[in-house]
């Protein structure tokens, strides 16, 4: 995004982090993404990430539309992620992505290919205290995400070539609607990040992206302060089984 037109197209904040890791058998997870599972060790994974978007503002000559949009883009968020390759690079695939009823529901399809649903969400992240919980309910087919959490030990950057660096750095998203397969890339800092001890009552919001859900197994979970600053890139179209690099 550093080079000459190439600057990031949106830029905003992503604050108080949860990510709630689920381990999956490929076989069974890959019926369900078009691309390449990037896998650890043999097991795949699919995260649930719950933040809060704040402040989103668009960049470049697009810059004039942010006082429009100014209203509709701090809200609570849900994406539903896992891990693939692609055009030579690792990175993610969104499952599902769950927010408020807000127009980007609309923009979001034909612009980037993600997966928007409408959904009730609520968090209580309080990263103060030490004290993490949250709701996702889904208003298409009613599936609930309940959780709740403590901390333990205190923010820091993830072990190089660890899984908790496999599942969280990640700068590189694909995804695919209507035959249509496009990349775009995000910048931020390293996560500060944290284990927390959570308890999850409820996960009928998984089954709504496929029955991979079935097969899932809860591993671990992470909260994080956040992201002051986060770049998104425009979205290039690919085409799969090509390697664009």
């Known amino acids: 995004m550093l080079k000459p037109g190439s600057g ?26 078009p691309f390449e599972l990037d896998v650890w060790e043999g097991e795949a994974f699919v995260s649930a990430v719950a933040f809060t978007l704040r402040g989103m503002k668009m960049k470049g000559r697009f810059g004039w539309l942010s006082p429009l949009i100014r209203p509709f883009v701090s809200h609570p968020f849900l994406n539903l992620r896992t891990y693939v390759r692609h055009a030579g690079e690792s990175g993610i695939y969104f499952l599902a992505e769950w927010v408020p009823w807000v127009p980007t529901l609309l923009m979001a399809r034909p612009m980037y290919g ?26 298409w087919g009613g599936g609930v995400l309940n959780y709740e959490g403590v901390f333990r030990g205190k923010p820091e950057a993830a072990e190089a070539g660890s899984l908790t660096e496999f599942l969280m750095e990640r700068y590189t998203a694909f995804t695919q609607w209507k035959q249509r397969t496009k990349r775009f890339r995000v910048w931020h800092p390293p996560w500060l990040q944290q284990e927390i001890e959570v308890k999850i009552p409820t996960r009928t919001l998984l089954s709504e992206t496929g029955d991979w859900a079935d097969d899932a197994r809860f591993m671990n979970a992470h ?5 002051p600053m986060v770049w998104m890139g425009a979205p290039d179209g690919l085409e799969l089984g090509r390697d664009l690099g």
């Open 223 to 227: 909260a994080s302060p956040g992201l």
């Open 8 to 33: 990031p197209l949106w830029h905003g904040e992503w604050d108080e982090v949860v990510m709630i890791h689920f381990a999956v058998r490929p076989e069974v997870l890959q019926q369900h993404v």
């Open 114 to 139: 993600l997966p928007y649903r409408p959904g009730r969400l609520r968090y209580r992240h309080d990263v103060k205290s030490g004290h993490v919980s949250g709701q996702v309910r889904s208003d």
